[in-house]
């Protein structure tokens, strides 16, 4: 199949600490895994991506890990800030068949100041 | 660059009515996408044109929902008779080509069904 479980669904932390969120997903094909951030009436954004061919990516702040193996992907927040506050997503892409993506459920993020 | 365009931003029928949807993708992107996304839930693929034809439109309820992209740049989605259900916010998204190539999206139109 293709679903796509994240975990947690809410996530409360304090301003500077880190966020961690987490999906599994069960499609072995799958290869582009992006990562999406809502805010409450707007747009999702792309915040970031990864391809299969690699472990590990970082942009500033933000990081996301694959690992294939075990068929899960994390989104890493470091030092977080309370605008991003925000509903993330996490996807997934297919090489075969369907190749549209295929969304988690979301994590609503919640920075304290 | 221009992102994507859509219209409205919100929309109220009663149910059995219909509505249309339009969105204007992001210029030179081959590949358009609708979703539905309901209250508290992720995006949900409806429908998926390459150009202007058809990719994937399996989750799409074809009794009452139709799509088109005649010409390969703007699309339109339509809800014809509208159900309590369909209340949702409509997102369009485009991309450069089908494949691991990033989806930008719409700001997507809020239908409320009364």
């Known amino acids: 199949g293709e679903n796509v479980e994240q975990h947690p669904s809410t996530l409360s932390v304090q301003e500077g600490d880190s966020a961690v969120i987490k999906c599994t997903y069960s499609?072995?094909?799958?290869?582009?895994f992006p990562w999406y951030k809502q805010e409450l009436g707007k747009r999702p954004q792309l915040i970031i991506d990864?391809?299969?061919?690699?472990g590990e990516k970082k942009d500033q702040r933000i990081a996301v890990t694959l690992n294939k193996t075990a068929k899960h992907f994390s989104l890493h927040i470091t030092e977080t800030q309370p605008e991003d506050s925000a509903v993330y997503f996490c996807?997934?892409?297919?090489?075969?068949?369907?190749?549209?993506?295929?969304f988690g459920s979301g994590t609503r993020l919640q920075v304290q100041p | 660059e221009a992102g994507v365009a859509q219209s409205p931003r919100y929309k109220i029928i009663e149910k059995r009515q219909s509505v249309a949807f339009w969105c204007n993708p992001i210029?030179?992107?081959?590949?358009l996408y609708w979703y539905q996304q309901i209250l508290g839930q992720g995006p949900k693929l409806l429908i998926q044109?390459?150009?202007?034809?058809?990719?994937?439109d399996s989750q799409l309820p074809k009794d009452r929902f139709s799509a088109e992209r005649l010409k390969g740049v703007d699309s339109t989605l339509k809800i014809q008779p509208a159900k309590l259900e369909d209340s949702a916010v409509y997102l369009c998204?485009?991309?450069?080509?089908?494949?691991?190539?990033?989806?930008?999206f719409g700001d997507g139109t809020r239908l409320s069904i009364l």
């Open positions: 998204a485009s991309s450069l080509d089908w494949g691991d190539q990033p989806q930008h």
């Open positions: 499609d072995s094909a799958s290869n582009y």
């Open positions: 990864i391809r299969s061919n690699v």
């Open positions: 996807a997934h892409q297919g090489i075969t068949g369907r190749r549209a993506l295929t």
């Open positions: 210029s030179g992107h081959a590949t």
């Open positions: 044109f390459q150009n202007n034809g058809v990719v994937d």
